[in-house]
């Protein structure tokens, strides 16, 4: 089984500009979580997609959002980049079979993302 | 709120030689997971092992180990016999249940391990 894909790999962009990182499931895999990650805070919750409704979001402020589409792919965006925002970006997906159950999360390679 | 720590940021030894990784996790959950992850230079964050808060066996994977201990609340990893290929950054996280069936999985900072040969 193919794992998480993760595209753009790297990614450059300017202060005031907006992204869309894109993440595509273990085939199967029905939730898709985003974390960031920095230097400075570690591994960050952003959101987790399940069935295309966002069940839960981190805190952070409402310039990063997300969506997921009928076959689980799911799309960050980050809107008015500041340079605070330069991070790996990480994707994650997990079976969700519900039942109480904590699936294993599997991650992708994530995109690293630079704001000049 | 949930926590995990990992007192040791950065810890560096000899090839061959034993090495234990510490973690500690705080949470009000009665039910509740708790994984291990490592981080190669390449970024992506590969799954090592997973454990429910009912199953306090310790666990076995070749040169790994885990000791799991609800009684101080620690998740500790041993790497036996160390290699050069174990050089990573290695996260311990809880997993956090927000409503039935979502997961927010909660990160400790993470411990630099480097295996010199």
């Known amino acids: 089984k193919a794992g998480v894909t993760q595209t753009p790999r790297y990614l450059i962009k300017t202060r005031g500009q907006q992204v869309t990182l894109s993440c595509s499931p273990i085939s199967g895999h029905r939730s898709v979580s985003w974390y960031q990650q920095t230097p400075g805070q570690g591994l960050q919750f952003l959101f987790e997609?399940?069935?295309?409704?966002?069940?839960n979001k981190g805190n952070f402020p409402g310039r990063f959002s997300g969506r997921q589409f009928s076959n689980s792919r799911s799309e960050m965006n980050v809107s008015t980049l500041e340079l605070g925002d330069s991070a790996l970006y990480l994707c994650?997906?997990?079976?969700?079979?519900?039942?109480?159950?904590?699936?294993?999360?599997?991650f992708g390679p994530g995109t690293r993302l630079l704001v000049l | 709120a949930q926590k995990v720590t990992q007192a040791q940021t950065e810890i560096s030894v000899v090839e061959k030689e034993d090495v234990t990784l510490d973690c500690v996790y705080e949470t009000r959950d009665t039910t509740y997971y708790l994984f291990w992850y490592k981080q190669p230079p390449s970024g992506e964050l590969v799954f090592l092992i997973r454990r429910n808060s009912f199953d306090e066996q310790n666990e076995i994977s070749g040169r790994y180990s885990w000791n799991f201990q609800k009684s101080t609340s620690s998740f500790n990893f041993t790497i036996t016999a160390s290699q050069v290929v174990d050089s990573a950054v290695y996260f311990c996280a809880l997993s956090e249940v927000i409503i039935q069936g979502a997961q927010k999985l909660v990160f400790g900072q993470g411990t630099r391990l480097t295996i010199n040969p």
């Open positions: 994650a997906s997990s079976l969700a079979r519900g039942g109480g159950i904590q699936e294993t999360q599997y």
């Open positions: 997609y399940f069935s295309e409704t966002q069940r």
